[in-house]
């Protein structure tokens, strides 16, 4: 059985996304990109809203830029070898392979393509985690907590929600960067 894993850059006080846009990721560090490779290779699905979806729409054709580093071509490899299912009920239609578009978040198709898979999966976004944590679907929650402090936004994790969680792993990058990574009790 898979695990269905959370895993999003977020701010200081627990925004993955700013209200104005940018958290100060550290991201683009080479060590953390490398690092967020490794992590992404035993993943064979992504579960994608349509905003987070046209976002890594880049790793499509990423490949085809001469001057990318080794990383970030790799990172392009993993992402397109993987499955990728796309919850939308605007897009019309999906731009990459291995990519299936559904109209609507299912938990029950959900959990049984955790049941069913070998590999594990991610669900990507504030708003589509928020489902499936409601659903308790999500397994490990890996946050990666930038130095900045927005104010305001999309938090990581939804209002309303209580959660008990076993921090199993962390780790700090010289950018400031920090990795932790928590199992659901």
């Known amino acids: 059985m898979a695990k269905l894993i959370y895993s999003m850059i977020t701010s200081l006080d627990g925004y993955a996304e700013a209200a104005e846009g940018g958290l100060g990721t550290g991201a683009e560090d080479?060590?953390?990109h490398s690092f967020i490779n490794e992590l992404s290779r035993p993943v064979g699905t992504y579960l994608y809203g349509r905003r987070m979806y046209e976002t890594m729409l880049y790793w499509e054709t990423a490949h085809t830029d001469p001057d990318l580093p080794p990383h970030i071509l790799d990172y392009a490899r993993v992402w397109q070898a993987a499955d990728k299912i796309?919850?939308?009920?605007?897009?019309?239609?999906?731009?990459?392979?291995n990519t299936r578009l559904e109209r609507t978040f299912d938990a029950d198709a959900v959990r049984t393509l955790k049941a069913e898979s070998d590999r594990d999966l991610t669900v990507?976004?504030?708003n589509l985690a928020a489902q499936a944590i409601a659903a308790g679907l999500v397994d490990e929650y890996q946050l990666f907590?930038?130095?900045?402090?927005?104010?305001?936004?999309?938090?990581f994790f939804?209002?309303?929600?209580?959660?008990?969680?076993?921090?199993?792993e962390e780790r700090a990058f010289g950018s400031g960067l920090i990795y932790a990574r928590y199992r659901a009790r």
């Open 158 to 168: 939804p209002d309303g929600v209580r959660l008990d969680l076993d921090l199993f």
């Open 86 to 97: 796309v919850y939308s009920t605007t897009l019309e239609s999906v731009a990459s392979g």
């Open 145 to 155: 907590i930038t130095t900045s402090v927005v104010g305001g936004g999309k938090r």
């Open 124 to 126: 990507d976004g504030p």
């Open 30 to 32: 080479p060590e953390v």
